[in-house]
């Protein structure tokens, strides 16, 4: 059993460069490579926001799978990522979270309600975009 991460009191992006990059390709549905991007950041984290990049990771990859037509790997990606980003809200590293997870539960009850045979009747403007303020200190 892993050790729990340290939590730390004002959190610093480990790749602040890396976390806009991993943003702006979720933003341009480029889920694959966001989800590479945040992974590489994931891996050299060591504190608690080990579990906000894993989140983020997981949620682009519930809407790569989304795109794909993976009813199964949509629903399961969405709920851990979900259940990831949880207690980062209201924001983290200038990431609204809050919002992003408002807007991906919307899309996974969707997803949810048509059910694997309608997936292709996804409603794909549903799909949010990471609201990211990058005037905010990400970095010391």
Same mark, same amino acid.
């Given at each position: 059993?892993?050790?729990?991460?340290?939590?730390?009191? =004002?959190?610093? =992006?480990?790749?602040?460069?890396?976390?806009?990059?991993?943003?702006?390709? +979720?933003?341009?549905?480029? +889920?694959?490579?966001?989800?590479?991007? +945040?992974?590489?950041?994931?891996?050299?984290?060591?504190?608690?926001?080990?579990?906000?990049?894993?989140?983020?990771?997981?949620? =682009?990859?519930? +809407?790569?799978?989304?795109?794909?037509?993976?009813?199964?790997?949509?629903?399961?990606?969405?709920?851990?990522?979900?259940?990831?980003?949880?207690?980062?809200?209201?924001?983290?590293?200038?990431?609204?979270?809050?919002?992003?997870?408002?807007?991906?539960?919307?899309?996974?009850?969707?997803?949810?309600?048509?059910? *694997?045979?309608?997936?292709?009747?996804?409603?794909?403007?549903?799909?949010?975009?990471?609201?990211?303020?990058?005037?905010? *200190?990400? =970095?010391?």
């Amino acid at each position: 059993m892993k050790a729990p991460k340290p939590h730390i009191a =004002a959190p610093v =992006a480990v790749d602040p460069e890396g976390l806009v990059r991993g943003v702006r390709q +979720f933003n341009a549905w480029r +889920f694959y490579d966001c989800h590479e991007t +945040f992974e590489d950041i994931w891996h050299r984290e060591e504190t608690h926001l080990a579990d906000f990049y894993q989140g983020l990771i997981k949620v =682009a990859a519930g +809407f790569h799978h989304l795109l794909r037509n993976n009813h199964r790997g949509t629903i399961n990606l969405l709920e851990g990522g979900i259940r990831l980003l949880e207690p980062f809200r209201p924001s983290c590293l200038g990431v609204d979270v809050e919002r992003l997870l408002t807007e991906t539960s919307r899309c996974l009850e969707s997803v949810r309600s048509l059910g *694997p045979r309608r997936l292709r009747q996804f409603d794909r403007s549903l799909i949010p975009a990471i609201a990211f303020r990058e005037e905010e *200190p990400v =970095a010391s």
